[in-house]
């Protein structure tokens, strides 16, 4: 089994990892447009060998773990090299763009758009870990457009990695995951830097940060390159998720203007019931 | 040693926690505005008795632990009850109102205002757990307003707690405090709100919220009681640190309206810096 993974970041790295542990024969390789991503990947035995766009001939697996900028600019050119039992998948966080770059390719067939929901702050090569993706849900978008047979392969694949599935539309996808994903992100970096900015000149004044403001900012510490790539990608959702995060927190602060403890102890309590909904989420 | 306990949630009931432990000879009363906290406290073993502010007399320590509005109403009241040696001390999240109730008060001598900068996102005696303060800090403000001989005593106590001490003046406590502390609470709340209202009618769409989500989103678990109190008493410095917030907020949407995708990744790559910042933040 010859797994060729392109993008050798964290996500393409930690799946080489796991897909190593289940399938000890699999043999692994890997290209990243960074040189340095792919010694290191072949240090860290990530991958056994590094690869160029004509091995993929002989691939049964081709895993695109890129920016999705880069992403849809690649897919169509990667999806020309590849034979006619190869599967491809993608791990992008935007699914519109994708899906529409090999629409109309020959071998489209071939390639299972998915969004493993999994990741850390962490970027690169070293940021791969053992297990990212157990009990973490993948999206798999226009499955009816992926060859039956090779489906059956991904889910298995998929099982092995322990992720559970959802289907879900191109649309429907980057509609949500705006909301859920993507404007998280910039909740945390914008309180990143609204924090730095006040207390730039104050270092000892993070002595007074606790773990709600760790936890609250984790996300800031994440890869400016994945993530401008993303929101580029998405931008008309995420720029309607701001606005409406946006508009709450201006009615926020009316509220705290206006003396109204009433009305922010009820905004608050209402949104407690997302300790519920958090259920299940690690 | 008795110890009196006024406030039995989280971190009331973590600190007569972690005193038993650290003090096993200590005796731990406790009293709650809420009859049914008190009832929890003595069942799960807070407190082994019930008590009321006469008692006070006789204590060696009074801890107040209630919503920080609450707290400057009924602290100089419990500074008339106590004996000649007793120490009080708080853990309220803003300190300017505190220390002016009792700025004028016979007993301000026997009071040292403290904010422990530690809890977690659960509120009431249940959510009281060991070691909560165990290498967290611990802001004195007005450390020359307490009796020498009590703040001795108070030093090691908090000492014995694992916490580590630093001084610091209420105006500034409060105002640095909205910034690493309040704001995150804010910012969280209303993402909850945001994503909650876009999905209410589709739960399944959770699943698609990863762990990056379940971080940021965390702090809205947080006590509508105890944080309505906070920003009520710490209006003007949470509201211009949300004006900030916001401020940054539009102007990342604005970068992304714009197509400017090199003003976003140097936003983003700015606030990286948090990661050097964040470490020893647990």
Redesign the interface.
């Known amino acids: 089994m010859k797994v060729y993974v392109i993008g050798l970041g964290l996500i393409g790295g930690s799946l080489a990892l796991d897909i190593k542990k289940a399938y000890p024969e699999a043999v692994l390789c890997g290209m990243d447009a960074n040189e340095k991503h792919v010694e290191e990947a072949l240090l860290m035995g990530l991958i056994s060998h590094a690869a160029v766009l004509d091995d993929l001939k002989d691939a049964d697996w081709v895993i695109v773990a890129v920016p999705v900028n880069t992403l849809s600019e690649i897919l169509p050119d990667i999806l020309n090299y590849i034979g006619e039992n190869t599967i491809v998948f993608d791990a992008g966080s935007t699914k519109v763009a994708i899906c529409k770059s090999v629409e109309n390719h020959l071998r489209r067939r071939n390639f299972i758009a998915t969004h493993p929901?999994?990741?850390?702050?962490f970027s690169g090569p070293s940021a791969a870990i053992h297990g990212l993706f157990s009990g973490?849900?993948n999206?798999i978008c226009e499955v009816e457009k992926t060859a039956f047979k090779l489906q059956e392969k991904a889910l298995e694949l998929f099982k092995a990695l322990g992720m559970r599935i959802?289907y879900m539309d191109p649309v429907s996808?980057d509609t949500?995951?705006a909301?859920?994903?993507h404007?998280?992100?910039?909740?945390?970096?914008?309180?990143?830097?609204?924090?730095?900015?006040?207390?730039k000149d104050?270092?000892?004044?993070?002595?007074?940060?606790?773990?709600?403001?760790?936890?609250?900012?984790?996300?800031?510490?994440?890869s400016?390159?994945t993530?401008?790539?993303i929101?580029?990608e998405n931008?008309s959702n995420?720029?309607q998720?701001?606005?409406?995060?946006?508009a709450?927190?201006?009615n926020?602060?009316q509220l705290?203007?206006n003396?109204d403890?009433?009305g922010?102890?009820?905004?608050?309590?209402?949104?407690?019931?997302?300790?519920n909904?958090?259920n299940g989420?690690?």
């Open positions: 929901i999994a990741g850390t702050e973490k849900t999206i959802r996808h949500h995951i909301y859920v994903s404007l998280s992100h910039i909740s945390s970096f914008m309180l990143g830097k609204t924090v730095i900015e006040k207390e104050e270092r000892d004044i993070f002595d007074m940060a606790g773990s709600g403001f760790a936890s609250t900012v984790r996300l800031a510490k994440s400016p390159t993530w401008a790539s929101f580029k931008k995420v720029s998720a701001l606005q409406q995060y946006i709450n927190l201006q926020f602060q705290l203007e003396d403890y009433n922010m102890f009820e905004e608050m309590e209402n949104t407690n019931r997302i300790k909904i958090l989420i690690n």
